[in-house]
């Protein structure tokens, strides 16, 4: 059995809740680790505290705002505490808030940056500082957008703010590879979570479907998978990189045709 080094470890899920973060959760109990599930919706963290422990993992429920400095040090410190350390941050959190750029409001683009960029900088910050201080190495890995790579209308804050987290992934990961903490990002193109499938529902779902080189929106777990290797020992070489998982959508000559 190929041995991802991660049994044992803990691993803090940001963004726990819902889509990939609850994909997250459960790739990351399997993968064999404890798992601190961060959420600002209490019952959401309950529901992926009991998916983890169906999957024979440990796992404790910690419920705040990722966008106030002091919730994310006292929800570190609770998993550090009941843990003894945290090895690996996975950072799901995210809104996607559309709108033409020119007409925006400056709460909208504040709100935005704050729930996409902002609280990353928290998240990575502190748990960064916890993990130069135990001295055992660990990853982070921090959920992009293909948004931040390649513009599209209506795209503005959000895709900036993904932007953003992809450079900060390459500076922290500068910063502390000192201390043998590699640092990276996954960007999915489209993902099936709730959210998507509402809103492409009908025959925009298989048009979308259908502009994809694979032939499919990515399913939450795709992103997962993506995030346990970079999490792993498979990934032990990798550290300020940006893993683009969007079945080849970007990769597409926008006037080519398919054979």
Same mark, same amino acid.
């Given at each position: 059995? #190929?041995?991802?080094?991660?049994? !044992? ?36 963290? !309950?529901? @992926? ?13 910690? *419920? !705040? ?6 919730? *994310?040090?006292?929800? *570190?410190?609770? @998993? ?9 941050? +996975? ?8 709108? &033409? ?16 960029? &902002?609280?990353?900088?928290? #998240?990575?910050?502190? +748990? ?8 055992? !190495? %660990? ?19 959000? %895709? ?9 992934? %390459?500076? #922290? @990961? ?86």
């Amino acid at each position: 059995m #190929l041995d991802l080094g991660l049994t !044992g470890k803990t691993a803090f899920v940001a963004g726990c809740g819902s889509g990939i973060g609850q994909a997250c959760v459960r790739a990351m109990a399997e993968a064999g680790t404890r798992v601190a599930c961060f959420d600002i919706d209490r019952e959401a963290t !309950g529901a @992926a505290v009991l998916a983890a422990e169906a999957l024979g993992a440990v796992a404790i429920p910690l *419920v !705040g705002d990722a966008r106030q400095r002091a919730d *994310v040090q006292r929800a *570190v410190d609770e @998993a550090a505490d009941a843990f003894d350390g945290i090895d690996v941050l +996975v950072d799901v959190i995210g809104l996607a808030l559309w709108g &033409r750029t020119v007409d925006m409001d400056e709460k909208t683009w504040d709100d935005s940056f704050d729930v996409v960029l &902002r609280h990353f900088f928290h #998240l990575s910050s502190v +748990v960064g500082r916890r993990m130069v201080a135990q001295d055992r !190495g %660990g990853s982070i890995v921090a959920i992009a957008s293909v948004s931040g790579m390649r513009s599209a209308p209506l795209h503005g804050p959000y %895709g900036a703010a993904k932007a953003g987290i992809i450079s900060l992934v %390459g500076t #922290l @990961a500068m910063e502390l590879a000192g201390s043998r903490i590699r640092v990276n990002s996954v960007s999915p193109g489209a993902v099936l979570t709730p959210r998507v499938a509402e809103m492409l529902r009908g025959p925009r779902l298989a048009q979308s479907a259908e502009s994809i080189p694979l032939g499919r929106l990515a399913d939450p777990d795709d992103i997962a998978k993506a995030v346990t290797f970079l999490s792993s020992d498979l990934g032990a070489y990798v550290t300020g990189q940006n893993l683009v998982v969007d079945g080849g959508a970007s990769k597409q000559f926008p006037l080519s045709t398919r054979a």
